[in-house]
């Protein structure tokens, strides 16, 4: 008998009866995309939306996010020849990116958009179960934000500085998504450079002797977004956050700060805006 192929068999039912038992579990497995960087130059991944959280296998990655983006991951190799790790990075929507690093003299691509994405979910704390996304979500986000864009303009908080104007103009939502549509008018004769919009949860009064919290709220989802508003003209984005409630002493701050420049813009929302929210069907 020969013993070698009856152990070669044995391992193969092995793992067949392994990959049966998980998929009777409700398993399934999540693929790793594979990615080289090396020491001397920079491998940008570009997600289709704002990074939450990023995981490195081991200290030979070094990563960072750009100053002034949310999607953005900057990855260099910290020695050359490093044994071969891993990455994962999950972003606000729920998506999982998952991939194996290598490392590589001269990476054959440094500037990365990634596209594709596997969302992880769960029924129980004892049986996740891993769903293929396939795009669906920004989808979603896209319809919905074409029908507010496509509705007359509520009349909204506003706030004018320096002859600028911020103004919301709408709160919307859907499933578990509060959009809000921004419009930013400009009578001067400079146009307006924007460097970030920031949407955050803050005190609505704040006390000198008391330490406050902020809480920074990262939009999922921007639908016409511009990045600068002409002398005498306006522009409007939809912009859609994950949900959230105001207690009577916070705000939802929103900010709009110029690039080079002073004229920076602030407007703070209350609770009871927020729950007036328009609610858009799928």
């Known amino acids: 008998m020969n ?48 990074v939450q959280s990023v995981d490195r296998g081991s200290k030979d990655i ?4 750009p100053k002034g983006t949310q999607n953005i991951v900057q990855l260099k190799a910290d020695k050359p020849n490093f044994t071969q790790t891993n990455l994962s990075v999950i972003t606000v929507d729920g998506s999982l990116y998952a991939f194996t690093v290598d490392y590589a003299l001269q990476p054959a691509q440094l500037n990365i958009v990634v596209k594709d994405a596997q969302m992880v979910a769960s029924d129980s704390a004892h049986h996740p179960i891993i769903k293929l996304s396939s795009g669906k979500s920004e989808g979603l986000f896209k319809t919905i934000a074409q029908k507010i864009d496509a ?17 919301v103009g709408g709160i919307y939502i859907n499933n578990d998504i509060i959009y809000l549509r921004l419009i930013i008018k400009n ?18 009064q704040k006390s000198k002797r008391i330490a406050t919290q902020e809480l ?6 921007i639908y016409n977004g511009f990045d600068k508003v002409p002398a005498d003209n306006l522009a409007s984005c939809i912009i859609g956050i994950p949900k959230f409630t ?16 002073s004229r920076n813009l602030h407007l703070a929302l209350t609770g009871h805006h927020v729950q007036r929210a328009m609610v858009i069907p799928d």
């Open 62 to 65: 070094l990563v960072q996010q």
């Open 216 to 221: 920074e709220l990262t939009p999922v989802y």
């Open 151 to 167: 509705g007359k303009i509520k009349k909204g908080k506003r706030i004018t500085k320096d002859q600028m104007q911020l103004k």
């Open 3 to 50: 013993y070698k192929y009856l152990f070669a068999a044995a391992m193969l039912l092995v793992c067949i009866s392994s990959e049966a038992l998980a998929q009777s579990e409700g398993y399934s497995f999540i693929p790793s995309s594979g990615l080289a960087i090396t020491c001397n130059k920079t491998t940008n991944l570009v997600f289709p939306f704002a």
């Open 246 to 261: 105001l207690a009577d002493s916070k705000c939802l701050s929103v900010d709009v700060l110029e690039k080079n420049g």
């Open 187 to 204: 009578a001067s004769n400079i146009s307006y450079d924007v460097d970030n919009i920031r949407f955050s949860v803050n005190d609505r």
